[in-house]
């Protein structure tokens, strides 16, 4: 059990996560279990080793996002296993993208597993344990007030943007980008203007990462499909983005004060905020 003692009542448990109150108002503590899950929680495992691995890797990718200007939940590492982050409202629909077919694309639509998609494919999943996550259209999102239209057209903006900057990214390290799996969040400024940042965490949990010269999997399939060791296949990530190396853990900003970060951009005014029922499975 690697959940720490002295952080209290978690606000939420998942899966791989859990999240703690953070030291200041608009924080949380996220900390990164060794737990693993496939098929909404049917087959779970602890593997040693992973929080660790995915704290670090999901760090490094939102340390490089905020970078180029794209703005995420993450404010720093505290431990090995635990980030800073500031609270958001998070938005109930998963946003995919995928480059090549793979996993419940090609069963989906009974198409070959490796085939390069003529240009990125956006999907949308409702983020309920509960459903089972089901495939949503823009259209589900929008009558259901899931999200509104601006947020919905910045979050498929973001996630492109995201598809592009992470996908040379893995490319520089020998790896291809087969699809990924994006939460977002709402924070809100003094003002009451709406902003959406980039939530949860982007590692081999959420991502498809398939080694360019052998093939090798090297992201959560490797337990899905029982392909072998997955803390092998996480820390060869890991050592691929130079981020095993002490001296390599970067952190966004030093020191606790998150109130001075600057906000993202403006996408919904003040007066629309509150209108939207935030679904409660979040
Ligand atoms: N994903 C979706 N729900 C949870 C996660 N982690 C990620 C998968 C994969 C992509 O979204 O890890 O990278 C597409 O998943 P699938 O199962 O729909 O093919
Ligand atoms: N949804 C995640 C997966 O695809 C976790 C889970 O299903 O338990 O593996």
């Given at each position: 059990?690697t959940?720490?003692k ?6 939420y ?11 200041e ?8 279990k060794?737990d693993v899950?496939?098929?909404?929680g049917?087959?779970k495992?602890s593997?040693p ?6 704290n670090?890797?999901?760090e ?7 970078e ?14 635990e ?8 938005i ?24 390069l998609?003529?240009r990125?494919l ?18 589900h999102?929008?009558?259901f007030?899931w999200?509104y ?8 903006a ?5 598809n ?18 994006l939460?977002?969040?709402r ?13 949860d ?43 095993l ?22 996408t919904v ?14």
């Amino acid at each position: 059990m690697t959940t720490p003692k002295n952080r209290g009542t978690p606000i939420y448990e998942g899966k791989a996560k859990v999240l703690y109150e953070g030291p200041e108002p608009g924080t949380l503590i996220q900390h990164f279990k060794d737990d693993v899950t496939a098929g909404n929680g049917a087959k779970k495992d602890s593997i040693p080793g992973k929080g660790v691995l995915n704290n670090r890797i999901s760090e490094f990718i939102m340390t490089r996002l905020e970078e180029v200007g794209i703005f995420t939940h993450f404010i720093k590492t505290l431990n090995m296993r635990e980030q800073l982050v500031r609270a958001c409202e998070i938005i109930p629909v998963e946003v995919v993208v995928r480059n090549i077919t793979a996993g419940s694309l090609a069963q989906r639509f009974g198409v070959e597993e490796g085939m390069l998609l003529p240009r990125p494919l956006v999907e949308y999943y409702l983020k309920s344990d509960q459903l089972n996550d089901p495939l949503i259209t823009e259209e589900h999102i929008v009558a259901f007030d899931w999200a509104y239209e601006e947020e919905l057209a910045e979050m498929k903006a973001l996630a492109l943007r995201v598809n592009d900057f992470l996908s040379g990214l893995f490319l520089g390290i020998g790896i291809k980008l087969v699809d990924f799996k994006l939460e977002f969040g709402r924070i809100y400024d003094e003002e009451g203007n709406l902003y959406i940042i980039i939530a949860d965490e982007i590692s081999p949990d959420s991502c498809r990462l398939w080694d360019i010269e052998s093939g090798e999997k090297l992201d959560k399939d490797v337990f899905r499909k029982d392909l072998g060791s997955l803390e092998h296949a996480y820390r060869e990530v890991a050592r691929r983005l130079g981020v095993l190396e002490k001296d390599n853990v970067t952190e966004l900003k030093s020191g606790n004060d998150v109130s001075a970060k600057p906000v993202a951009k403006k996408t919904v005014k003040a007066d629309d905020v509150g209108k939207k029922p935030v679904n409660d499975d979040v």
